[in-house]
């Protein structure tokens, strides 16, 4: 299994600055890790490491590649659980997403259901948060499919940080091939999920991974936050069994993944060397 970064190494910098420093640390795959339609005024002006969805994906494979670079995923994490509007990142973005990709050879786009904002989505029943979800995803889950590549619900929210919501989107769609799993370690875990029963039911549907490991401060906020974004230590030394995650997923057909972790070259290369010494 390959293990990549997110391209936030460096504050304020562009995508150039971070596939520079990814590079320098000796990384070779990388996350395309913000995305969004049409231009931003920070990411003109290199200060965001954004890629617009209307760039031509090309430009943005020989950039990667400039550095040495392999993309792994475009990531397209959408706020599926609020009513559909065009300020909000959804269905739309994330069918852009997969041609943005599937140009380019990409074979993962990782979505997510996020918390919701608006009064709506707070009171839906966690059934209709299920079925929102599906329905958002259904077209998606279809252009995917002719491309051959995957959609990825990754553990973000109230309905993807548990198994029963998962499955349930999952059954709702029909099981297609073109929707998988790509399982946050961190993030799973802070939700009040088991990450090693994750790897264990959906073990033939996680096509990506991200990694993090989070510390003992963290265990009073379990079960009260959908993700926490970048973890600041080593894999191995948080409260996390990420060897237990390791033992069931060292197997499994799994091409890349990627360290979700922010600081120094020495964090990130110490995770490197956990996870290979637990067989990834």
């Known amino acids: 299994m390959n293990v990549g970064v997110f391209l936030l190494i460096e504050p304020f910098a562009s995508v150039e600055v971070q596939l520079q420093k990814a590079s320098e640390m000796g990384f070779d795959t990388a996350d395309i890790t913000d995305t969004g339609a049409g231009a931003t005024m920070l990411g003109t002006a290199g200060f965001s490491p954004v890629v617009s969805l209307d760039d031509n ?6 950039l990667f590649e400039k550095y040495g670079m392999k993309i792994s995923t475009v990531c397209a994490h959408a706020n599926l659980l609020d009513p559909t509007m065009p300020s909000r990142y959804g269905t739309n973005d994330i069918m852009r997403a997969i041609h943005f990709a599937a140009a380019i050879g990409v074979k993962e786009i990782i979505t997510t259901d996020n918390e919701p904002k608006t009064e709506w989505g707070k009171n839906s029943s966690f059934e209709q948060k299920v079925y929102t979800i599906a329905e958002k995803l259904y077209e ?4 995917a499919a002719d491309y051959g590549v995957h959609v ?7 309905v993807t940080d548990t198994i029963e919501g998962l499955q349930g989107i999952f ?17 799973s875990w ?3 999920a088991d990450p090693v029963e994750m790897a264990k039911v959906f073990k033939d549907k996680i096509h990506h991974v991200h990694w993090k490991d989070l510390g003992e401060e963290w265990v009073e906020k379990r079960g009260t936050l959908y993700g926490c974004g970048f973890s600041t230590i080593p894999l191995g030394e948080g409260v996390i069994d990420i060897k237990g995650i390791c ?4 197997d499994a057909d799994i091409e890349n993944s990627t360290l979700e972790i922010v600081g120094g070259s020495d964090i990130l290369l110490k995770s490197v060397e956990y996870l290979r010494s637990c067989g990834i």
């Open 171 to 187: 059954d709702l769609l029909g099981n297609p091939e073109s929707i998988g799993f790509n399982l946050d370690t961190g993030n």
């Open 152 to 158: 990825l619900l990754e553990p973000h929210g109230p």
């Open 57 to 62: 994906p090309f430009d943005v494979k020989r």
């Open 190 to 192: 802070l939700g009040g």
């Open 140 to 143: 998606p889950a279809r252009l």
């Open 247 to 250: 033992d069931v997923l060292k």
